[in-house]
């Protein structure tokens, strides 16, 4: 899932080109954007300006938080879900059955930078290295008493927020999108199954509890899950929600013509026997599936986990048309959801509106309408914020709390919490792009002819300073990314990400025989060591990260170019023809992550997961890495109910990885929203996320 940086500058070359700088180095942008691909070596040479106040000292002793990398793995908060998955004991730790109230949606006062911490931590040393591993663990409270949980709801029924967006959905459909805008909006519209709340408590909204063994619910051997719809449920048009749909989206998310991302958990399915009122679901697995509830029944709002399709939606349809009606379509209004909003109208390339869904089988929303409002860039999103024209912006990182602390005078709050499974990475196409078979049958593409060779891929990882990155754009408050499983108690503590050196990695370049050429670019065999990176356009702090990033390579002889795309054509699917997706790339740059609740690799790394035309475009395997031996271990780590044997397989998974080296990460994030004085009842969760509790959503009464 995609989320974008946001805007962060620093250095002469940008005020040359008409930008101005704040006191704390960010750059404001004029209306008209600079060279997006400047190379000037002055960028990291200049200074910010100082402030009479020190703003860093300020930034650090307010925020009071580690960086991204550690927080989860302090807090033992999440410990609970992983015994779940591996031991079946999640009784004690499930929100009351029946959909009692909401927890506690009280919001931070205006003006404040809202912070959950995962357990008590202080703020990061001076001097401490930005490349230290990632994971070390200190005990911590579990999440057995989750503060609020159960509490009365407050707010103001009434009025409407407006959230910007810098992405515009590619579609609504959970299953099809690969996008995280699209998915911010579909948890406005839909709800899990069994959602997870604040503190990472699951609670069912669809379902009448969540299945355990001591309820029933699970069984001894972990093969059978036994469900239970809550009666008279409906969907947003005013149809029956039953366990028929349940059923159907299983088929459909199986079927390789409707196009599904992904189909994790889905795919363990052997069949699903329904009661004779349809209200009770019998899910007989394969075998043993540890992750099953968090990747097909539970959700929090970083995915699509918990969703489900509407059958009678899709009556007289073929599963290939699914994708293209008006179901998910851009700038259709057709989407029908179970969630506390439903979708009233989509201006394509404008906005999004959603309204108050009196069909929703929770608490109904205080808020008349949510919308959406498309932007075409971070900075007027800020900007926006800033002077009120919209209530809710997304999508910042680390290096934009100095500007955004610099609206609390306008009574504007941020939100920061520690981002689990959520890793700004750069994939190598290890398969030739020009291949035709990349696309029907990547094991028959030819390798990527740079990319291909394992020992010039680490050279390019120790030729670039990610360490410099988290330092000058993200002010040291995000770690040097190191595994997919980075700030989770499932890290492997004894690996260190690749380090910066240049040496090193021009003498690995010479030894894969790639020599000096005209104009400094290595040659090999009459082909110069040159390849086109690409990430999201218009997005300011991955363009900087770019721009170092060239500069770095060329000093080892290896040219970046840049091919940034639009987001939708980026992240599109297989059968969208997504650059992404259907491998049309040399080096591309974006961030994803696992489900807080339960680590599966397999749709990352597995030879399986790879997409073309033979498995019908599904996977997130776009590296077009292969390695059996790691096939083995991701397979292995989902069937093994032994947590100690388990933790040794992640480990092995993550080292294999790292050695293999397909990709590399390039800073651990925290999730950063922000919020103007209207919106109240937003409550920011490390696992349950930002989006989880939209019905609890209000418009102060000041206003």
């Known amino acids: 899932m995609e989320r974008t940086g946001s805007p962060v500058s620093l250095g002469n070359s940008q005020q040359a080109s008409g930008a101005r700088m704040n006191c704390l180095g960010v750059m404001n942008r004029t209306s008209e954007r600079d060279d997006p691909i400047d190379r000037s070596s002055e960028m990291w040479d200049s200074p910010p300006r100082k402030c009479t106040v020190d703003h860093r000292r300020q930034r650090l002793n307010k925020l009071e938080i580690k960086e991204a990398t550690d927080l989860t793995a302090r807090n033992k908060t999440y410990r609970w879900l992983v015994l779940f998955a591996v031991l079946l004991l999640l009784t004690p730790l499930i929100a009351a059955c029946g959909g009692g109230d909401a927890t506690s949606t009280t919001g931070t006062s205006a003006g404040e930078t ?8 202080e703020a990061p040393a001076a001097g401490e290295t930005e490349e230290a591993p990632a994971g070390e663990t200190e005990a911590a409270p579990t999440a057995g008493a989750t503060e609020g949980a159960g509490a009365a709801r407050e707010g103001t029924q009434g009025g409407d927020l407006v959230v910007g967006l810098v992405q515009e959905p590619e579609i609504l459909d959970p299953f099809v999108t690969g996008m995280t805008f699209s998915i911010w909006v579909l948890h406005t519209l839909n709800t899990p199954m069994i959602r997870a709340v604040k503190g990472g408590t699951l609670k069912p909204i669809l379902l009448t509890e969540v299945p355990t063994p001591e309820n029933g619910g699970i069984s001894e051997d972990g093969k059978t899950y036994k469900v239970a719809f809550k009666p008279d449920l409906k969907w947003s048009d005013g149809q029956p929600l039953t366990a028929k749909d349940l059923a159907f989206t299983h088929k459909t998310v199986m079927d390789a013509a409707y196009g599904a991302g992904s189909q994790e958990g889905w795919n363990q399915i052997d069949k699903i026997a329904l009661s004779n009122n349809d209200l009770t679901a019998t899910i007989t697995l394969k075998e043993a599936y540890v992750p099953f509830l968090a990747y097909v029944l539970a959700g929090t709002a970083s995915g699509s986990g918990g969703m489900l399709l509407p059958e009678h939606k899709f009556k007289g349809k073929k599963p290939a048309e699914y994708a293209k009606s008006d179901y998910g379509l851009v700038g259709s209004a057709g989407h029908v959801g179970n969630g506390p909003f439903k979708i009233k109208e989509w201006k394509k390339g404008e906005s999004i509106t ?19 409002s498309i932007l075409e860039s971070s900075d007027l999103q800020t900007t926006q914020l800033g002077e009120g024209e919209i209530d809710i912006a997304t999508n910042y990182t680390a290096g934009d709390i ?23 990475r750069y994939i190598f196409n ?12 990547a094991s028959k593409a030819k390798d990527h002819p740079i990319f291909g060779d394992k020992n010039v891929r680490m050279a390019i990882i120790m030729g670039m300073n990610r360490g410099v990155v988290t330092e000058k754009l993200l002010f040291n408050e995000a770690k040097v990314g190191v595994t997919e ?10 690996l260190k990400p690749y380090p910066y050196d240049p040496e090193k990695a021009k003498q690995m370049l010479d030894a894969a025989g790639w020599k000096a050429g005209s104009g400094g670019i290595r040659e090999k065999g009459g082909k110069r060591l040159s390849f086109t990176h690409i990430t999201t356009s218009g997005n300011p702090l991955r363009e900087n990260v770019q721009r170092a990033f060239i500069d770095d390579l060329r000093k080892i002889g290896v040219e970046m170019k840049i091919g940034n795309q639009e987001a939708d054509k980026l992240f599109a699917n297989f059968s969208q023809g997504g650059t992404a ?16 609740l339960d680590p599966d690799l397999t749709a990352f790394y597995a030879t399986t997961q790879i997409p073309s035309k033979k498995n019908g475009g599904v996977g997130s395997n776009n590296a077009r890495y292969s390695n059996p ?22 480990d092995q998974i993550q080292k294999t990885v790292l050695d293999d080296a397909p990709l590399f990460y390039i800073y651990d994030r925290l999730t950063i929203d922000a919020s103007g004085p209207r919106a109240k009842g937003i409550v920011s969760d ?9 019905e609890d959503w209000s418009v102060s009464e000041e206003e």
Not at 354 to 360: I, L, P
Not at 589 to 594: A, K, L, P
């Open 402 to 424: 100095p500007t955004l602390q610099d609206l609390e005078e306008s009574g504007v709050v941020t939100h920061a919490v520690p981002a689990v499974g959520s890793i700004e």
């Open 581 to 596: 997706a259907t491998g049309n790339f040399d080096m591309v740059g974006y961030t994803t992550g696992i489900t807080p």
């Open 686 to 694: 490390p696992v349950a996320g930002f989006w989880w509790n939209t």
């Open 629 to 650: 031996a790691l096939d083995k271990l991701l397979k292995q780590q989902v069937i093994e109910l032994d947590e100690a044997k388990r933790q040794q397989l992640l």
């Open 354 to 372: 959603v309204v108050r869904n009196e069909n929703y089988v929770g608490e109904k929303a205080f808020l008349d309408s949510i919308i959406f």
């Open 114 to 121: 809202e912070v959950v911490p995962a357990g008590e931590t």
């Open 430 to 441: 290890l398969k030739d792009p020009k291949d035709p078979n990349i696309k029907t049958d």
């Open 485 to 494: 499983l980075d700030g989770s108690q499932w890290f492997n503590k004894d």
